[in-house]
């Protein structure tokens, strides 16, 4: 079973439109990553977020964390086509030097 | 710029043979990761290293083999006992092996099928 799993699979939104995913995850966790993949390359870290962190911004992104319910969220505000890519939260195991990967979200924005 | 630099980006292994993807980085970091990827699915860790001569196995370490006699490489090999090659293998680096809090830098990957 996974760590951490994106919710949904896919968003299809149109530019100028704010996109959330969500990210769940079953055991506790130190820290919860961020990233985003365009297709056909490598990722590309956006956020780090500690347990002990409720929130935190990086220009049109804010990341939310809820230890609480085992679930974090990522917000694109003002979308744009540019920020079409898949993205992924990447959680450690509570205790172990590991980073578990989700299987992603596909986000396509509309021009 | 610093960075991270896979090659090829495009790779054709024939049955039987072994095929080595090369890494190189010049962030002078010290740790290193290798990572498949598979349509659809998240990252599966297949083998890292936290220092020269030093490397430990991932997930899905079996059929595959690496090395670390620099710090600024880390070649993967896909030996002929993987029967599933086919895939998008992408390596990462960060600072320290300590991941969990610190950000991985990754290549453009390079994507291997079977011909």
């Known amino acids: 079973s996974q760590q951490g799993e994106e919710d949904p699979q896919a968003l299809s939104i149109q530019e100028g439109e704010n996109a959330t995913m969500n990210c769940s995850y079953k055991?506790?966790?130190?820290?919860l990553q961020w990233y985003r993949q365009n297709s056909g390359r490598g990722l590309v870290h956006l956020i780090l977020?500690?347990?002990?962190?409720r929130e935190k911004h990086s220009g049109r992104l804010r990341v939310t964390l809820d230890t609480s319910k085992k679930s974090s969220s990522l917000l694109i505000t003002a979308s744009r086509a540019a920020d079409t890519a898949s993205y992924f939260c990447?959680?450690?195991?509570?205790?172990?030097?590991?980073?578990?990967f989700g299987p992603g979200t596909s986000l396509s924005v509309i021009p | 710029d610093g960075g991270i630099t896979q090659s090829p980006k495009y790779l054709f292994r024939k049955e039987g043979q072994n095929v080595t993807l090369s890494c190189e980085q010049n962030?002078?970091?010290?740790?290193m990761y290798w990572y498949r990827q598979d349509p659809g699915q998240g990252l599966r860790l297949i083998y890292y290293?936290?220092?020269?001569?030093?490397?430990q196995k991932g997930d899905i370490a079996e059929g595959y083999s690496v090395s670390r006699e620099k710090k600024e490489s880390f070649p993967l090999t896909v030996t002929s006992a993987q029967k599933n090659p086919t895939a998008f293998y992408l390596c990462?680096?960060?600072?320290?092996?300590?991941?969990?809090?610190?950000?991985?830098?990754f290549g453009d990957g390079t994507r291997l099928s079977i011909l």
């Open positions: 290293s936290q220092i020269v001569n030093d490397f």
């Open positions: 990462a680096s960060s600072p320290q092996l300590s991941y969990s809090n610190q950000p991985q830098h």
């Open positions: 962030l002078n970091h010290d740790a």
């Open positions: 977020i500690r347990s002990n962190e």
């Open positions: 990447a959680t450690d195991a509570g205790g172990y030097d590991k980073v578990i």
């Open positions: 055991t506790s966790i130190n820290n």
